[in-house]
RNA sequence: GGUCCCAUCGUCUAACGGUUAGGACAGCAGGUUUUCAUCCUGUAAAUCGGAGUUCGACUCUCCGUGGGAUCACCA
């Protein structure tokens, strides 16, 4: 059997809401880790403050990590169903003198930290309860007086190793005795995430950078109840364009958001992976199970990153140009489905083989799959109401004048026995139509291919007569024709 | 304010004592093109400052400066 202990490390949001990017990171960070290391995911919800209970978020929690591919081996576990555990080890640290009960009202401490922030003091408990006798506290209880039990932190040098940061000290006399189990017999974080980490196995704690502060804590904790300590990786923090930590204040924030805005979940990953690690080559396209092969904790970087969107577009529009047509259609249905005009019947009516070239036509104008449905109106509507400025254009040289003779000669054209199948064969029938007029490609072109869009940008009009058919294009360019003539009497 | 962490182009980053400091995104300029996009080519753009160590520092040390995190009966 393998010697070496095998990873495991976790993810432990707690479930406010939604899930932050910058969580989906972690999440992702911890996953790649234990993956690539043959160890194991599992997934904790640290659900022990009643008071923030919010409603679903739990299953949403879970549905997103789902979504991106974060499978979790064990778990979820829930901490609020653990609370006798939490509750048995602080006695035990309350019996071997590590932790003691604090009995100061919220009116002594708030005071107390007054005093501490005039004096430019940095605030911190004045052990006041630790003096008190045991007769004292044995009265206290009885009276049922409310009380957290603190941890006694010890006046020693702590210096751990972080997997990313090295080598990292702090000073027991800068930190505070903190509140192990609140006046509501709940635990705070601090205990109940050294509990489970200890008894679920972990060996790798991959958390954000903001609980670096609260790491000599913990491992005074492990100390205290007399169990080795995890490895940590601190990572570093996701940052809004002014560098402070990522907030929702500036943008989207939850995994949720980028999704419902047309970004594709691997492009995602990749995005997140790639900020604050690199695999130390110039590849930048990876897939979930690339990213596993190919990463490390000691490629991750130490300070933080900007949450900058440029980047995401670009590894969005190629992800969706790899897209399979069949796998695009499905993925650009929902948003579809979601605009106003659009029924299934403008889809039911197209054949297999229109929808692929339609969506092969789209494809690489598409930054995200949000913007499929204003690209793809043009080809699914039946009328189009034209907007007629549209024809006249100076950088091309046309006016309505010059549009109508190009509509009506590119007309008559089509009109021909040409191979519609072949978008060569439509192209050099309207090339000859250009010839014959002796005009520029834009002064043809330009107008007709508005007229079979209504669009200021669009595919090609080869690609459209082809992607449309012979029937669609002639009844848009005679539409066309109709609403120029209409406007013009 | 105390403590801790961090510092290469605008952004994400490469270079683990020796490179003309590399790549990508964004920008700009061209090319292809009927528009837009794709695609192609080119271009501008960085080692926070100061001391040391060294034959030689982006890289090591120290001191500044700047930014950030954290200091709850929230996680």
């Known amino acids: 059997m393998d010697t070496k202990t095998s990873i495991k490390t976790r993810f432990a949001p707690s479930p406010t809401g939604y899930l932050h990017v910058g969580g989906l990171r972690t999440a992702l960070y911890s996953y790649l880790y234990a993956k690539?290391?043959?160890?194991?995911?599992?997934?904790?919800?640290?659900?022990?403050?009643?008071?923030r209970y919010v409603e679903g978020a739990v299953e949403s929690l879970i549905d997103i990590l789902k979504l991106f591919g974060l499978n979790w081996d064990e778990g979820p576990f829930f901490q609020s169903q653990r609370t006798e555990i939490y509750r048995a080890h602080a006695a035990r640290l309350i019996e071997s003198g590590q932790a003691y009960r604090c009995f100061c009202s919220e009116e002594r401490l708030t005071k107390m930290r007054e005093d501490q922030s005039n004096l430019h003091l940095p605030p911190k408990y004045d052990r006041h309860c630790l003096e008190l006798s045991k007769e004292e506290i044995d009265k206290l209880i009885a009276a049922g007086t409310p009380f957290v039990v603190r941890q006694l932190i010890p006046t020693e040098e702590i210096v751990f190793n972080d997997l990313i940061r090295g080598e990292v000290r702090f000073h027991g006399k800068d930190v505070d005795d903190q509140v192990l189990i609140k006046s509501d017999?709940?635990?705070t974080y601090h205990l109940a995430n050294v509990v489970d980490d200890h008894e679920m196995g972990i060996t790798h704690v991959i958390r954000g950078e903001e609980w670096l502060p609260s790491t000599p804590k913990h491992i005074w904790l492990y100390k205290a109840f007399g169990w080795t300590p995890p490895e940590f990786a601190h990572l570093p923090l996701l940052l809004n364009p002014d560098h402070s930590k990522l907030s929702k204040r500036q943008g989207d924030v939850a995994a949720e958001d980028f999704i419902k805005k047309g970004y594709l979940k691997e492009a995602m990953l990749n995005f997140i992976a790639f900020l604050g690690w690199n695999p130390g080559t110039e590849e930048e396209i990876f897939s979930l199970e690339e990213l596993v092969d190919?990463?490390?904790?000691?490629?991750?970087?130490?300070?933080?990153a900007i949450?900058?969107?440029?980047?995401?577009?670009?590894?969005?529009g190629q992800y969706i140009r790899k897209m399979?047509?069949?796998?695009?259609?499905?993925?650009?249905?929902?948003y579809l489905q979601k605009e106003s005009w659009y029924t299934d019947a403008l889809l039911s009516r197209l054949s297999d083989d229109q929808k692929t070239r339609i969506l092969v036509?789209?494809?690489s104008r598409l930054k995200t799959l949000a913007e499929a449905p204003a690209l793809l109106r043009p080809f699914l509507l039946e009328n189009l109401d034209y907007n007629l400025a549209l024809f006249s254009n100076e950088k091309m040289k046309v006016d309505r004048a010059g549009a109508i003779l190009a509509i009506e000669n590119v007309t008559k054209a089509l009109e021909t026995p040409i191979d519609f199948n072949s978008e060569e064969s439509i192209k050099a029938a309207l090339v000859s139509v250009i010839e014959k007029l002796g005009l520029k490609n834009g002064q043809v072109l330009w107008p007709v291919r508005v007229a079979l869009t209504n669009e200021e940008f669009s595919p090609g009009v080869f690609e459209l007569i082809l992607v449309m058919g012979k029937d669609f294009a002639l009844t848009r360019l005679h539409a066309a024709r109709k609403a120029l003539d209409s406007a013009q009497g």
């Open 324 to 334: 399979t047509p069949k796998d695009l259609g499905e993925a650009v249905l929902p």
């Open 294 to 304: 190919r990463f490390s904790l000691d490629r991750v970087q130490k300070g933080g």
């Open 307 to 316: 949450f900058n969107l440029e980047k995401l577009d670009w590894l969005n």
């Open 185 to 187: 017999n709940f635990p």
């Open 361 to 363: 036509s789209i494809q």
């Open 36 to 51: 690539k290391n043959g160890g194991t995911f599992l997934l904790r919800i640290e659900d022990t403050d009643q008071k």
